[in-house]
């Protein structure tokens, strides 16, 4: 615990924003398969709301509910990945080995023998019964008593923990395209929410389509800078001069980015077309 900071001031933090434990794991459940335990992520997302408030220093300027939830989430996607048990190498051997017993069941008219299947795949018998009983567990995790969830859910190549990420980054995503300035946001939203044309936006806006490009531009960089500030902080281009005007302006957009995100804007849903854009743009900042 910080020297300057008492028990009293840590137990204050962590129960005024005890809620963001709740939000970040219902955030993560929509995300991911229901065998996932509400009741580990809540655990693992408490003890770093815990851990967030003994290490906090006020003197950042960041404010703690930016802190801690990037705290939380991440003590969270460390939860899914113990989780996961079931590797990528994993689940593409499971698949291989599906494809290839269809194949020859095909082609034989019967059910293909171990070896068989070994000499399609060009390995040893070994790694058929390897990936069998891989595939087997895999199965049985998903066996909820009268749900036939097994029946149902279908693999993917994202494990939990990358299907929550790529959510979480459309999820900022959103709330970095309305936290732009205006004229910034005007040119984003219009081109790649709005399906709108350069020349329609130049019109609006009393611009050459040129300048509309210029923004573009701008506005992508500045998307680009405000993901990378939460998600990956050395990405962030080191600026020549840490306290000029642009900076400062630049800090306060990704400080509004985070305070949005953690809010959840949950209106933005409702904009038309708003998340294949949001996914289109995201490609583009990525």
Same mark, same amino acid.
């Given at each position: 615990?910080?020297?300057?900071?008492?028990?009293?001031?840590?137990?204050?933090?962590?129960?005024?924003?005890?809620?963001?434990?709740?939000?970040?794991?219902?955030?993560?459940?929509?995300?991911?398969?229901?065998?996932?335990?509400?009741?580990?992520?809540?655990?693992?997302?408490?003890?770093?709301?815990?851990?967030?408030?003994?290490?906090?220093?006020?003197?950042?300027?960041?404010?703690?509910?930016?802190?801690?939830?990037?705290?939380?989430?991440?003590?969270?996607?460390?939860?899914?990945?113990?989780?996961?048990?079931?590797?990528?190498?994993?689940?593409?051997?499971?698949?291989?080995?599906?494809?290839?017993?269809?194949?020859?069941?095909?082609?034989?008219?019967?059910?293909?023998?171990?070896?068989?299947?070994?000499?399609?795949?060009?390995?040893?018998?070994?790694?058929?019964?390897?990936?069998?009983?891989?595939?087997?567990?895999?199965?049985?995790?998903?066996? #909820? *008593?009268?749900?036939?969830?097994? +029946?149902? /859910?279908?693999?993917?190549? &994202?494990?939990?923990?990358?299907?929550?990420? =790529? @959510?979480?980054?459309?999820?900022?995503?959103?709330?970095?395209?309305?936290?732009?300035?205006?004229?910034?946001?005007?040119?984003?939203?219009?081109?790649?929410?709005?399906?709108?044309?350069?020349?329609?936006?130049?019109?609006?806006?009393?611009?050459?389509?040129?300048?509309?490009?210029?923004?573009?531009?701008?506005?992508?960089?500045?998307?680009?800078?405000?993901?990378?500030?939460?998600?990956?902080?050395?990405? #962030? *281009?080191?600026?020549?001069?840490? +306290?000029? /005007?642009?900076?400062?302006? &630049?800090?306060?957009?990704?400080?509004?980015? =985070? @305070?949005?995100?953690?809010?959840?804007?949950?209106?933005?849903?409702?904009?038309?077309?708003?998340?294949?854009?949001?996914?289109?743009?995201?490609?583009?900042?990525?």
């Amino acid at each position: 615990m910080s020297a300057n900071k008492s028990t009293a001031e840590v137990t204050a933090l962590v129960e005024q924003h005890l809620p963001l434990v709740g939000y970040n794991v219902s955030e993560i459940l929509h995300r991911v398969p229901p065998t996932v335990s509400r009741d580990e992520l809540a655990s693992a997302g408490a003890l770093a709301l815990v851990l967030a408030a003994r290490g906090y220093d006020p003197s950042t300027n960041v404010p703690f509910a930016r802190y801690a939830t990037l705290r939380i989430k991440g003590a969270l996607l460390d939860e899914l990945r113990s989780m996961d048990w079931a590797t990528r190498g994993a689940r593409r051997r499971s698949r291989e080995l599906e494809a290839a017993t269809e194949r020859l069941h095909a082609a034989l008219g019967r059910t293909p023998t171990r070896g068989e299947i070994a000499e399609t795949l060009g390995v040893q018998v070994a790694a058929v019964d390897e990936a069998r009983a891989d595939a087997e567990r895999r199965v049985m995790s998903l066996d #909820v *008593p009268g749900t036939g969830i097994a +029946d149902t /859910v279908r693999d993917s190549d &994202r494990t939990p923990e990358e299907q929550v990420l =790529a @959510a979480e980054r459309v999820h900022w995503l959103r709330a970095a395209v309305e936290e732009l300035p205006d004229r910034l946001r005007a040119v984003i939203g219009g081109l790649y929410l709005e399906d709108r044309s350069i020349a329609e936006i130049a019109t609006e806006l009393g611009v050459t389509q040129s300048r509309v490009s210029q923004l573009r531009t701008e506005g992508l960089t500045l998307l680009r800078d405000g993901l990378n500030s939460a998600f990956d902080p050395d990405l #962030v *281009p080191v600026p020549e001069r840490p +306290d000029g /005007v642009a900076e400062r302006r &630049r800090q306060a957009y990704y400080a509004s980015i =985070a @305070a949005r995100a953690a809010l959840g804007a949950t209106h933005l849903d409702s904009v038309p077309r708003q998340r294949d854009g949001v996914e289109q743009t995201a490609d583009l900042v990525g």
